[in-house]
């Protein structure tokens, strides 16, 4: 037998073995292990009557909530508090656009607590987003009391 | 013929009651391919008998490419290929055959599944495969198969195979936040991690072992990846202000995220073997949303830095930034489509968030969905559906359209209130 036939042979071997080929695959029954936050962070501080609320994808502050900021700005000084400021969304928009507009929220109401005399240090911001809104409907109403920065006090 | 007349008499708009999705198929696919399931041959002691043949059939219609054929409409019921005639499939109108028989192997515990499919109007055999697990595994053996036709007729991967990460809220029956994955039909979820604070943002490892995500467990955002097998978890390096918006990059090695430590948010990248940050964009408005092209090459990212959120793309090497949306006054949360051609993202159009494509060449923006509040879409990983978040009522629910727009699904089998769904890739 010659190369040629040789040749021949193994790609007509090849070509059978192709179109009698079965495919093979595989299952297995290994699953997904859950687990659970230990120890998580819980929400405390008192947040009573310090809520600040924003219009629609705006961070800006209008002057009731100004007059708001320097009143509680003198009680956390008098009292010597530590604070942790929170962005809060509506659901309209993207989550974690939504996340950096939150942020936005809660760096207004930090910086015009230091211009009203609290000290940085006493300050601690976090943004949640439209992660925890406080009313769920979809509708103005909701919306309106979700976008809003809360004041902590501890 | 008979095909013609059902298609033609086809309400505009018809909604198909299933056991796992609700489908709509919006102005009607104009020829689905007719496939015949016969139920398959069951020779072990095993009480779901018609089992498989109901999540293939299940499984090639959630998409409304195919319309599979219910065995009281058959007129023969073969279970080997003799007893397979091509004139009596044709004679129903049926394109492709799949048979086939669930039988024990020699191995303890496990089971084989033979399957034949067959080409009706070329009368020859199209494809012969098995697929060997635990009996357990029915529902995957049925989703293999599915993978296999689909594959096979389609010439594109199946994503039957393939699984769903997803945020669940907190509700009346659980206070906490869940991260959950389930299959692709909404089936087999199961939470991965549990937390009373929020939980966000998830994306698969390539390799389809881990998922990173964001968890304000420490009562601020930061980055987890988890090991699904081990449930091990390992925090990012945390950095002052957002830490979130975590995506894998395609080879594994990185993460892009975003972090607002510089004073506002922009996009980073992490290296998973020297636990270290490489800031990839600096500018003073709000870049997040970063995804990972395809090829590795670019990332793409939401900016406000034109005074409206726009989509836009850096090259990681050079650091060049273009702008790829013009349309309207919001374009976020883009994501590449597999072949990177395209990208799907959020457009708002009067005061309505849709799930919208773009062409990467041409430009031109075609409007998927027409919901209310749509948001976080994923494309599975063979290019062909968009599955993204969506209300049902005020519930919070998963929902998916063809990439061609023609299909729509509501994943109604999902547990609890879902959003954020991610797409996993295709390795099992």
Not at chain 1, 103 to 129: C, D, F, H, P, Q
């Amino acid at each position: 037998m010659n190369t040629t036939h040789k040749f021949l042979l193994t790609l007509m071997v090849f070509f059978l073995a192709s179109c009698t080929s079965v495919s093979s695959d595989r299952t297995n029954d290994a699953t997904a292990i859950s687990a659970t936050a230990s120890g998580a962070y819980s929400d405390t501080g008192v947040t009573s009557n310090n809520v600040l609320y924003f219009a629609y994808d705006k961070s800006d502050i209008n002057s009731e909530g100004r007059t708001k900021i320097r009143t509680l700005a003198r009680l956390i000084n008098e009292n010597n508090l530590s604070v942790r400021v929170e962005g809060h969304c509506d659901e309209r928009g993207t989550r974690e656009y939504n996340l950096a507009l939150g942020e936005m929220r809660a760096k207004t109401v930090t910086e015009l607590l230091i211009i009203n005399g609290v000290s940085s240090e006493k300050i601690s911001t976090v943004s949640y987003g439209e992660e925890k809104p406080v009313s769920s409907g979809s509708n103005e109403r909701s919306w309106s009391q979700n976008r809003r920065a809360l004041v902590k006090t501890f | 013929m008979l095909k013609n007349i059902l298609i033609t008499t086809t309400i505009f708009f018809i909604a198909v009651i299933h056991s796992q999705l609700r489908i709509e198929i919006k102005g009607g696919i104009e020829d689905p391919i007719t496939l015949a399931v016969v139920p398959l041959e069951w020779n072990i002691e095993l009480t779901q008998r018609d089992y498989v043949h109901r999540i293939i059939k299940s499984d090639l219609e959630s998409f409304g490419e195919f319309k599979v054929l219910s065995p009281e409409n058959m007129l023969s019921l073969p279970t080997n290929q003799e007893e397979v005639f091509y004139k009596d499939w044709r004679m129903l109108g049926v394109d492709y055959l799949v048979i086939g028989s669930i039988s024990s192997t020699e191995i303890e515990d496990e089971i084989v599944a033979d399957y034949i499919i067959f080409d009706v109007i070329r009368e020859r055999i199209l494809h012969k495969g098995n697929v060997i697990g635990p009996p357990k595994t029915l529902r995957k053996i049925g989703h293999k198969i599915s993978d296999k036709i689909y594959s096979r007729i389609q010439g594109i991967p199946g994503i039957f195979s393939t699984k769903i990460a997803y945020i669940d809220k907190p509700s009346a029956e659980d206070q906490n936040y869940n991260l959950r994955i389930s299959d692709v039909d909404g089936y087999d979820s199961l939470s991965l991690f549990s937390s009373p604070q929020p939980l966000m943002s998830p994306s698969w490892s390539p390799d389809r072992e881990n998922i990173a995500y964001v968890s304000f467990e420490e009562g601020t955002s930061r980055i987890f990846l988890q090991k699904l097998t081990t449930a091990e978890r390992r925090g990012l390096k945390l950095e002052e202000g957002i830490n979130s918006s975590p995506n894998w990059s395609p080879n594994g090695d990185k993460i892009s995220a975003v972090l607002s430590k510089s004073g506002n948010p922009d996009i980073f990248t992490y290296d998973l073997n020297l636990d270290e940050w490489t800031q990839v964009t600096k500018h003073f408005g709000i870049d997040t949303e970063p995804d990972w092209s395809p090829n590795s090459k670019k990332i793409l990212f939401t900016s406000n830095r034109s005074g409206s959120p726009q989509i836009y793309e850096v090259n990681i090497r050079s650091n060049r930034i273009k702008r790829l949306t013009f349309e309207g006054t919001y374009n976020a949360r883009g994501r590449y489509l597999p072949n990177g051609k395209g990208i799907v993202f959020v457009h708002r159009r009067n005061g309505i968030f849709h799930i919208a494509t773009q062409n990467l060449k041409t430009g031109k923006i075609r409007i998927l969905t027409d919901t209310f509040l749509d948001e976080s879409p994923t494309v599975s990983p063979n290019g062909n559906v968009v599955i993204y978040a969506t209300k049902d009522g005020d519930k919070d629910t998963l929902a998916g359209i063809t990439i061609d727009g023609k299909t729509k699904f509501i994943m109604l089998s999902i547990k609890g209130e879902a959003r954020e769904p991610a797409w996993s890739p295709l390795i099992d």
